[in-house]
């Protein structure tokens, strides 16, 4: 099956993509394009799609950390440098390496300034944008070479305002950051709120000064066919999910 891969014009002509589950070889509630090793689904599945996210990209391997919700950010000159390390972003000025973040509802945000050939791609969930990924990312972008004035940001695949219920402990921390953050909160039902978390990160990309911040506008909650989704994953109380990932190089 052909891979379906979504892509951004902010971001051209750089290879990129906000890979979909199309076009892999895993089965079953993994069924696609899975490519989160910390998955139950088979290892050498996992790795063959992998294989094919790389082909895609015409890169040998994907540098990728051991992502935990963190706002640490690596650079990357080579994909082993990433290889282990607990962070949950990756900023690089190499060529031919492929920054891979993996995703399940969060934001996978995709960096560059095409000027100074410097790149960036970010794990970014409500705590790791609540606690400041994405704006530690344009900071070690901008350590390589990078100016805040040519960086551009996307936000790919995510869950929507209208999948995402939260309590009111939730909306609590972010008040707690800062009480305009009212904003990306509505009223749900029982006394729940519904979280817009792409519209956050776009307002995080924005306040850090970037030339231009994104959204591709798809939800991944709503569309099974296309995107995994841990949140559509404990509705349906399924065993396990599989991992979206986005990609870019220079």
């Known amino acids: ?90 900023v690089c000025n190499a060529p031919d390496v492929a920054l891979g973040i993996l995703t399940a509802d969060c934001q996978p945000v995709l960096f560059a300034d095409v000027e100074n050939h410097v790149i960036g791609a970010a794990h970014a969930g409500w705590k790791g944008a609540l606690n400041g990924v994405m704006d530690a990312t344009v900071e070690k972008m901008i350590g390589l070479g990078a100016q805040r004035e040519n960086i551009v940001g996307v936000i790919g695949p995510s869950i929507s305002q209208k999948s995402y219920e939260v309590g009111a402990e939730f909306l609590d921390d972010f008040m707690y950051e800062d009480d305009q953050n009212s904003r990306f909160f509505a009223n749900g039902q029982k006394g729940k709120y519904q979280f817009d978390l792409p519209g956050y990160g776009l307002h995080r990309l924005r306040v850090a000064g970037i030339k231009s911040a994104e959204w591709t506008g798809h939800c991944t909650y709503s569309d099974p066919k296309l995107f995994y989704s841990y949140r559509r994953t404990c509705h349906e109380n399924a065993a396990d999910y599989g991992r979206l990932i986005s990609t870019i190089s220079l």
């Open 1 to 90: 099956m052909t891979l379906n891969i979504i892509t951004h014009p902010s971001l051209a002509p750089l290879r990129h993509g906000f890979f979909t589950r199309k076009g892999g070889a895993s089965s079953g509630v993994f069924s696609g394009l899975n490519c989160g090793l910390g998955s139950s689904d088979q290892r050498e599945v996992v790795m063959l799609n992998r294989a094919r996210v790389a082909e895609a990209m015409n890169v040998p391997a994907l540098a990728s950390v051991y992502q935990v919700h963190s706002a640490d950010v690596v650079v990357v000159h080579d994909p082993s440098d990433a290889e282990g390390v607990k962070a949950d972003a990756m």
